[in-house]
């Protein structure tokens, strides 16, 4: 990991303990806002509203003693309407009719209307003095009401504003802490991720730069210590096959010329297998050091043309289309194995086809096509294995020894890509090879 700055203390501090943290954070600043609004308010509530003072501000304007409701006092020719939450309320009416004078030619029309937000239940009417809610009443006068309304104490309301201002205000900064602190995790896991996912088959694995927890930094060296192991262990398999290899040469050598004192059939058939062992052993290493190469700068262009021209077959014929200056970062040896590959599998399998070569999202991409047989479609998941063979037979000489994709797919994606492939609707066979520009 590298170096960090000073300003990264927070994003270096364990998981656990910013976890830890934003819940203590959360915990005690909700309860700081609960304590403060608990004794900042609620205000007390307005005192109840006297009906002696409706009657009066019916008669000589709005009255409104210390703490009570404000009221206001309007002219109607309709009779009054409720206040939301409010009803009609007989015991307020019956106990504002003595204190209130009938109009002349009342009749039997009422001529005092009340509602009321609070419900009274069973009560003794001859005893009601005040209100406690919101009230609305309507006194007739000939033919226009005098409608009085209180309504809700101004200081409640506000601190019922105050009060959702708070918790929002809490609320919004425990979840900007949240943020900060998910962020300062995430981050470091996401570059860990996109770090592996880039990573090189042969090449050597490092982690991301920029502050991280200890357990990322943990996490990082892990990763770090695997990658050195499995290179060192493809290194031993790769000094062994070698050594195999050459072992196996001087025994091989002795078998050919043993052949030769064999009859005509038999010493074709017996160098015919040696032909075959060699064959099977110089795959088996290509694919062993197509993970252990130097990059250099190589031009795909005229790498495909060149084996395609060194490789060319009257009875096999193939057909190129490469963008000119395609270039990309790699080892030599391996992508030109990688073509190879997959030009021999057109000639022996399909008897040609065509090669194209393009770029694609700053990609290279190398596909074959064929109107061959096809690959076995139930084999089709396994193709690009070692030793798994698109051709049914057991037979080597046609079915190949089930190393070139595997060999081919290595080296895509030691290159930064990776080998798909497939049949085409029409009859025949698709591969498809990605190759990043740079690595």
């Not at 096959?241 to 010329?257: C, K, M, Q, V, Y």
């Not at 074959?368 to 139930?378: Q, R, S, Y």
């Amino acid at each position: 990991m590298a170096a960090t700055s000073p300003g990264s203390w927070w994003s270096r501090r364990p998981i656990f303990w910013q976890v830890f943290t934003l819940v203590i954070v959360a915990v005690l600043l909700t309860a700081a806002a609960m304590l403060t609004l608990t004794f900042v308010g609620p205000p007390s509530r307005p005192a109840p509203t006297v009906i002696a003072d409706i009657a009066a501000s019916l008669r000589a304007g709005p009255v409104r003693p210390n703490n009570g409701r404000p009221m206001t006092l309007t002219r109607s020719v309709a009779p009054p309407s409720p206040q939301t939450g409010e009803v009609r309320a007989p015991w307020l009416e019956a106990a504002l009719t003595p204190l209130l004078a009938a109009p002349e030619g009342a009749g039997t029309e009422p001529w005092v209307i009340a509602y009321s937000s609070e419900q009274p239940g069973p009560r003794r009417r001859s005893a009601e003095r005040e209100v406690r809610g919101t009230v609305t009443v309507g006194w007739r006068q000939g033919r226009v009401w005098q409608v009085l309304r209180s309504h809700p104490s101004p200081t409640e309301t506000q601190w019922v504003i105050t009060f959702a201002l708070a918790v929002g205000a809490v609320l919004a900064f425990i979840l900007a802490c949240a943020w900060f602190v998910v962020r300062a995790i995430a981050q470091p896991l996401s570059a860990l991720a996109d770090a592996a996912e880039s990573a090189r088959i042969g090449q050597p694995w490092s982690g991301p730069d920029g502050p991280a927890t200890p357990e990322v930094a943990k996490l990082a060296a892990a990763l770090a210590s695997f990658d050195a192991r499995q290179r060192d262990h493809v290194r031993q398999q790769t000094t062994m096959l070698a050594g195999i290899a050459h072992d196996l040469g001087t025994p091989l050598t002795r078998l050919a010329f043993r052949a030769e004192t064999l009859s005509d059939p038999q010493r074709e058939a017996a160098n015919s297998d040696i032909a075959l062992m060699r064959g099977l052993i110089g795959s088996s290493l290509a694919l062993a050091r197509s993970s252990m190469a130097r990059s250099e700068l190589v031009d795909m262009h005229h790498l495909v043309h060149a084996v395609i021209a060194a490789s060319w077959q009257e009875s096999a014929p193939l057909q190129v289309t490469a963008s000119p200056g395609l270039t990309v970062e790699g080892e030599p040896v391996a992508l030109q194995c990688l073509v190879q590959n997959l030009v021999d599998n057109m000639q022996r399998h399909a008897g040609g086809g065509r090669i194209s070569l393009i770029e694609r999202d700053a990609m290279a991409v190398l596909r074959a096509e064929d109107h061959g047989p096809g690959f076995p479609p139930d084999l089709l998941s396994q193709l690009g294995s070692p030793f798994v063979r698109g051709e049914p037979s057991r037979n080597a000489m046609t079915g190949g020894n089930g190393l070139g994709l595997a060999i081919a797919r290595t080296i895509a994606e030691r290159h930064g890509g990776g080998l798909t492939l497939g049949n085409l609707d029409q009859g025949g066979a698709w591969v498809e090879v990605i190759l990043a520009r740079q690595t």
